[in-house]
Structures are given as structure tokens and as C-alpha cells.
């Protein structure tokens, strides 16, 4: 009797389960379709390469990608090397006591703040305090503050996997602590390690609050905007497509194909992460 409650239990889950999992990619398939269906008449050479014109009502996005691209690496710059190397202090270095535990409540919790929040201290600081202004830069220090608990989580769990025996051996052949570190538990965490800041960076190119408050410009006719500039970015651009323009039903063709785009540079970006855990998985082998 006990074994067929346990089977029928084991039943129910794995049917909720995959019940579950079915409807999420049901309408993540609609969704997608909706989006190809509509805007892949939009997309062509002129569409990806040609700067906006009449209002954003012609022309095509090149504007926005060249933003979103600039932003990103902004935001890599900023975000990556301070991340990671939190990350090596926090596991190698510091001590278990109750003001590391704190630092790392702290983090996890910084992960759950809404991404607008962020926008909101963007302003305070480098728009205003830091006397930046409404620029590019602004914007990508702000998606870089937003995207450091992500980058720290994710290292710090990378560089967790990594057995202590392999520390201790080079220790044991004379390496000192930074070059253990260096050259045997980084590079053996690496994967994980570009794994979760590709997926970060490809979140962070997605986001439109941040960059509502910082720097993103509603119509811009430059291909390049200089650092102290504001700059237009593809979700923000699609944002006013979307809500936002005078005639919402003209420009809707653009607003589906500059969708379709947006999701095709986060699709390649997480695509790049994977590609590059199973890289560095084949060569370990």
C-alpha cells in the first residue's frame, strides 16, 4: 500500500512537473511566433544599417544598436573585473565570520532589487552627484552596478566547485596563495565563470529601467554617441515604439522588428555562454 502511494505521488509530481513546463513553453512559443511573424517582413540590410529618420517613423535602428552595443561594453568593463575579484577575496581570502556572511546576504539580496531601483540611484549618483549627466556612461555604470551581484554570485559559486585538494597540492609544490589561485583554480572555474557573466551582460542589455533615468534619448539621428552623450538602445527604443509614439499604429511594424532583434542579441549572447562551457568541458577531456 505504501509503495503505490509513493509511485502515484511520484506520478503526480512528474505530471505537474511536466504539465507545468509544457504550458510555460506553450506560450513562450505563441509569444515567439507572434513576434517572427510580424517583424521578420520589417527586418533587412537597410533596416539593420540605415539611421532613423522622420521621427523614428523610416529609416532603420542602427542608432540603437550601436547604443546597445556601447552600453554593454561599458557595462562589462565596469562590472566584471570588480566582480570576479570580489568573488576571489570573498572565497580565498576572507574569513568565515559574521561580517563576511552579512556581505554575502547582502549581495544575494541586492540580486532580488527591482531593476528600476537601480535607475532611481543611477540618477542620484553619477547623473547628479557624480555630475556625469544624462549619458552613456551613466547608463552603463548603472547597468554595471546592477549586474556586480550577479557576476559575484555566480563566480563565487564557480570558484566553489573547485575541490580544496587542488589548492592544497600546488600549495604542497611551493606555489604561494595568489598563485594557486592564478594559475590552477581560475582557470579550472573559468567556464562557470563566463558562463555567468555572459548571461549577465545578456540581461543587462535587455533592461530598460536603468537607462530610462540615465541616459536613453528618445530619437537620435547620430550613429555615435561619445560618452558624455545620451544614446538610444534597443529596449528603450522599442519602449517608445511600443507606448509612447505619436502614431503607435505606424510605427508598430518597426516596433516588432526591433523586438525581433533584441531577441536575437540575447539569444547569440546566451547561446556564446553555452557554447563556451561546452568548449572549455571538451578540452578538460
Not at 536613453?216 to 545620451?230: D, H, L, V, W
Not at 516588432?256 to 540575447?266: A, K, N, P, Q
Not at 556564446?272 to 577531456?285: G, L, N, S, V
Given at each position: 500500500?505504501?509503495?503505490?502511494?509513493?509511485?502515484?505521488?511520484?506520478?503526480?509530481?512528474?505530471?505537474?512537473?511536466?504539465?507545468?513546463?509544457?504550458?510555460?513553453?506553450?506560450?513562450?512559443?505563441?509569444?515567439?511566433?507572434?513576434?517572427?511573424?510580424?517583424?521578420?517582413?520589417?527586418?533587412?540590410w537597410d533596416f539593420i544599417t540605415k539611421l532613423p529618420t522622420?521621427?523614428?517613423?523610416?529609416?532603420?535602428?542602427?542608432?540603437?544598436?550601436?547604443?546597445?552595443?556601447?552600453?554593454?561594453?561599458?557595462?562589462?568593463?565596469?562590472?566584471?573585473?570588480?566582480?570576479?575579484?570580489?568573488?576571489?577575496?570573498?572565497?580565498?581570502?576572507?574569513?568565515?565570520?559574521?561580517?563576511?556572511?552579512?556581505?554575502?546576504?547582502?549581495?544575494?539580496?541586492?540580486?532580488?532589487?527591482?531593476?528600476?531601483?537601480?535607475?532611481?540611484?543611477?540618477?542620484?549618483?553619477?547623473?547628479?552627484?557624480?555630475?556625469?549627466?544624462?549619458?552613456?556612461?551613466?547608463?552603463?555604470?548603472?547597468?554595471?552596478?546592477?549586474?556586480?551581484?550577479?557576476?559575484?554570485?555566480?563566480?563565487?559559486?564557480?570558484?566553489?566547485?573547485?575541490?580544496?585538494?587542488?589548492?592544497?597540492?600546488?600549495?604542497?609544490?611551493?606555489?604561494?596563495?595568489?598563485?594557486?589561485?592564478?594559475?590552477?583554480?581560475?582557470?579550472?572555474?573559468?567556464?562557470?565563470?563566463?558562463?555567468?557573466?555572459?548571461?549577465?551582460?545578456?540581461?543587462?542589455?535587455?533592461?530598460?529601467?536603468?537607462?530610462?533615468?540615465?541616459?536613453?534619448?528618445?530619437?537620435?539621428?547620430?550613429?555615435?554617441?561619445?560618452?558624455?552623450?545620451?544614446f538610444m538602445a534597443l529596449p528603450y527604443h522599442l519602449y517608445m515604439l511600443s507606448t509612447q509614439h505619436?502614431?503607435?499604429?505606424?510605427?508598430?511594424?518597426?516596433?516588432?522588428?526591433?523586438?525581433?532583434?533584441?531577441?536575437?542579441?540575447?539569444?547569440?549572447?546566451?547561446?556564446?555562454?553555452?557554447?563556451?562551457?561546452?568548449?572549455?568541458?571538451?578540452?578538460?577531456?
Open positions: 500500500m505504501q509503495f503505490r502511494f509513493k509511485k502515484l505521488s511520484a506520478v503526480i509530481e512528474w505530471g505537474t512537473l511536466l504539465f507545468c513546463t509544457g504550458l510555460v513553453c506553450f506560450f513562450l512559443v505563441v509569444i515567439l511566433y507572434d513576434i517572427f511573424s510580424k517583424g521578420i517582413s520589417v527586418i533587412s522622420d521621427g523614428m517613423t523610416k529609416g532603420g535602428i542602427l542608432t540603437s544598436i550601436l547604443g546597445t552595443v556601447f552600453l554593454t561594453i561599458i557595462t562589462a568593463v565596469f562590472s566584471i573585473p570588480f566582480g570576479i575579484c570580489c568573488a576571489i577575496y570573498l572565497n580565498e581570502y576572507a574569513q568565515n565570520t559574521w561580517l563576511t556572511r552579512t556581505i554575502r546576504a547582502s549581495i544575494r539580496n541586492l540580486s532580488g532589487v527591482p531593476s528600476i531601483i537601480y535607475g532611481l540611484f543611477g540618477l542620484a549618483l553619477f547623473v547628479q552627484a557624480l555630475n556625469f549627466g544624462t549619458s552613456i556612461l551613466s547608463a552603463g555604470f548603472t547597468l554595471g552596478l546592477l549586474s556586480l551581484p550577479y557576476i559575484i554570485t555566480t563566480t563565487e559559486e564557480a570558484l566553489l566547485r573547485i575541490p580544496a585538494s587542488m589548492r592544497e597540492a600546488a600549495l604542497g609544490v611551493g606555489a604561494t596563495k595568489f598563485e594557486s589561485i592564478r594559475d590552477v583554480v581560475l582557470p579550472s572555474s573559468m567556464p562557470g565563470i563566463l558562463t555567468g557573466v555572459v548571461l549577465t551582460l545578456s540581461r543587462a542589455a535587455g533592461e530598460t529601467a536603468p537607462i530610462l533615468f540615465t541616459g536613453a534619448a528618445f530619437y537620435i539621428t547620430n550613429a555615435f554617441a561619445s560618452p558624455n552623450q545620451e505619436q502614431s503607435i499604429e505606424e510605427v508598430r511594424p518597426i516596433a516588432y522588428g526591433t523586438s525581433l532583434v533584441l531577441i536575437v542579441v540575447v539569444f547569440l549572447m546566451n547561446l556564446t555562454a553555452f557554447y563556451i562551457r561546452y568548449k572549455y568541458r571538451q578540452d578538460e577531456k
